[in-house]
């Protein structure tokens, strides 16, 4: 299961972060600060894999963001590292070259993707046409086409 989702910078501003287990809020601040400073020390060479607390963060940097998911130890990391890349791949396709400032901006719209991506903590849809074309179809409802 998913724990969280976190996108940060890499001055350790979060982005993005998406909950699906209860945490208070100054314990979310204090994970997030905790992981950036395990992320940002980490040589490029190093696996993608951290065992943090009782949890498992998973994580991949695509230019100057990190994009982190919290899984359990048994999960599959491979398959999280791999949804990592396809959402990078899917906001990439969205956006056009996406940016750090589209996360900014278009921050409904992620979410929006995340949850197209991942339904309470766990992965809901694998295939990028498919998620591509249900953001198509959100777009054209909210411009009131349909």
């Known amino acids: 299961m998913i724990h969280f989702i976190l996108l940060q910078n890499k001055q350790g501003k979060t982005r993005i972060s998406k909950w699906y287990s209860p945490f208070?809020?100054?314990?979310?601040?204090?994970?997030?600060?905790?992981?950036?400073?395990?992320?940002?020390?980490?040589?490029p060479k190093f696996c993608h894999f951290i065992e943090f607390r009782k949890y498992t963060l998973v994580y991949r940097r695509y230019a100057g963001l990190y994009f982190t998911i919290c899984v359990d130890p048994?999960?599959?990391?491979?398959?999280?590292?791999?949804?990592?890349h396809l959402f990078v791949?899917?906001?990439?396709?969205?956006?056009?070259?996406?940016?750090?400032?589209?996360?900014?901006?278009g921050f409904y719209k992620v979410f929006t993707l995340i949850d197209e991506f991942f339904l309470g903590g766990e992965l809901q849809e694998t295939s990028k046409n498919r998620i591509l074309n249900r953001m198509s179809e959100l777009d054209e409802i909210e411009k009131g086409k349909i």
């Open 24 to 43: 208070q809020h100054s314990e979310k601040r204090i994970l997030e600060s905790e992981i950036h400073r395990i992320l940002i020390r980490r040589p």
């Open 74 to 84: 048994k999960d599959n990391e491979l398959s999280y590292l791999e949804s990592i």
């Open 89 to 105: 791949e899917v906001l990439d396709k969205y956006f056009g070259s996406v940016c750090e400032l589209d996360l900014v901006f």
